[in-house]
């Protein structure tokens, strides 16, 4: 799904719910009479029939138990509209039916609609989620709830909370918006709005996304991400990434315009799109792509690729990073690959380029190059003093360079060698061999805004005392859930 669909698609869900909503209520032009007969008074202390300005009532106190089509309630006291087709329950409200069983402290029920207005300390118990609120709207003809304001759901997952919101009970699907957070074990996540379908395990996240992938280490941001039951996430509109190894030793960042992330037990492949920029601990590069592979632990760098580490840069059209221990092992570079390393003692740059060019390192210094077939090098030497004593250009089909403590040391050099030595003189260390490239300046650097939730963390206990009929110890909370739920990250 492309970024236009997904967005005009989630933005159009609360409209086409209300409309199937609506669309599916009983007509306006509902007997009176049958609507009056589909309230069955079941028990009752005192009943007591009035006539006002709204017509007909029935007031029932004490006791009161009544069934309609759709539910049985029971409640302190109750009173039926008869010429309003409505129903208007007090006190300790309870209700079941066979999908939901709900709580409040008042409740207003439209016989012909079927919506009901639930007020006070709502909590509503589906089967597959326990939701509370101070003001809900409900259809039991569509199984649809409208959440006004703000609302916690609970499930065996974890906790959501959100400014307001409508949740679908027939299709376990909900859509919430206004500072949504969502905590669980594995992971916690912030948004402006939400749209799930918990039964499939997808949803989308829109504006200001936070993701905190607590079992994969890695932290997500940006203004769009859609996620499915596959392990498939899309990060759009800036994503930004942190990655922490295992012995929270090693950090890595990664910002692009979007990517993709693709989940599997413990294995996390990812592709960046557009202007990519990775920063590690040991090195960092820009590209137009960038694909990571948790398994083989490679980075493949493709779309005019830079990558530096310490004194050296690498470009070229493919450039492979592989990772070991969370250190690099090597790099290889195709297709007329150019290096550049900078000579730190002396101030001037080496420069080795060829077909193919791969580069090894052993406890994070560079160890040898070897570039191949048609290598061309350029490396400026020193006298005994540590001078500047000119330059030698060579080339050959095979050539190799070896380093002591990151400074070049030697030089080998095999079939159809061909050198020139350049003495030293005031133009030597500006020369330059074909395709040089050395930008130090667009090297990305560690972010300086950090990735933490900008949302409180979601409160542990329930937003209100819960009601009497409640299940439990009378009603009475149990201690355990008034502690705060935290990431654990946090």
């Not at 942190?242 to 492949?269: G, L």
């Not at 060698?417 to 300046?441: A, L, Q, S, Y």
Request: glycine content about 6%; aromatic content about 10%; overall charge negative.
């Amino acid at each position: 799904m492309n970024t236009f669909s997904a967005h005009r698609i989630s933005g159009l869900i609360p409209a086409l719910l209300l409309a199937v909503m609506i669309a599916l209520l009983p007509g306006p032009h509902a007997e009176t009479a049958e609507a009056q007969n589909r309230v069955r008074i079941l028990q009752s202390d005192q009943l007591e029939g009035v006539t006002t300005e709204d017509g007909r009532i029935r007031k029932l106190t004490g006791n009161v138990k009544l069934q309609t089509d759709d539910f049985t309630i029971v409640c302190d006291s109750a009173m039926q509209y008869l010429d309003l087709d409505e129903l208007r329950a007090f006190g300790n409200i309870e209700i079941e039916s066979d999908r939901e069983r709900i709580w409040s402290d008042k409740a207003t029920y439209d016989l012909d609609s079927e919506i009901t207005h639930f007020e006070g300390r709502v909590i509503m118990q589906s089967e597959n989620a326990l939701l509370f609120s101070q003001e809900v709207f409900y259809s039991f003809a569509t199984e649809i709830a409208l959440f006004p304001e703000y609302l916690r759901l609970e499930d065996e997952r974890g906790v959501l909370v959100a400014d307001s919101g409508y949740y679908y009970n027939a299709l376990d699907s909900a859509i919430f918006r206004g500072n949504v957070q969502v905590a669980d074990s594995l992971q916690y996540i912030e948004a402006d709005s939400m749209f799930t379908n918990r039964a499939d395990e997808y949803y989308e996240l829109h504006g200001r996304v936070f993701l905190d992938d607590l079992e994969h280490r890695t932290r997500l941001m940006g203004q769009f991400v859609l996620s499915d039951s596959t392990g498939y996430r899309r990060v759009e509109g800036g994503s930004r990434m942190r990655r922490i190894n295992e012995e929270q030793t090693d950090t890595t960042f990664q910002w692009s315009e979007w990517m993709e992330v693709h989940q599997k037990d413990t294995i996390n492949t990812f592709t960046a799109y557009e202007n990519v920029h990775i920063w590690s601990d040991s090195y960092s590069s820009l590209s137009d792509t960038a694909d990571y592979d948790d398994l083989t632990e490679k980075f493949i760098l493709t779309g005019n690729p830079r990558l530096w580490y310490d004194e050296m840069q690498l470009s070229g059209p493919y450039i492979l990073i592989q990772v070991e221990d969370d250190s690099v092992r090597y790099l290889r570079g195709h297709d007329r690959p150019f290096a550049v390393q900078r000579d730190t003692a002396i101030d001037r740059l080496n420069q080795i380029t060829g077909d193919t060019l791969y580069i090894e390192f052993q406890e994070g210094t560079v160890s040898f190059m070897d570039v191949f077939p048609q290598g061309n090098v350029l490396y400026f030497v020193k006298d005994s003093d540590g001078n500047p004593d000119g330059a030698i250009e060579m080339t050959a089909d095979f050539i190799k360079l070896l380093f002591g403590g990151g400074e070049l040391d030697d030089v080998i050099a095999r079939r159809n060698v061909d050198g020139t030595f350049h003495p030293e003189n005031p133009d030597v260390e500006n020369k330059r061999i074909d395709g040089f490239v050395w930008e130090p300046e667009l090297r990305p650097q560690r972010p300086d805004e950090p990735m933490e939730p900008r949302l409180p963390p979601i409160p542990g206990g329930r937003p209100f005392e819960l009601p009497d009929r409640y299940p439990g110890e009378n009603g009475v909370r149990n201690n355990a859930a008034e502690r705060e739920t935290e990431p654990a990250s946090r």
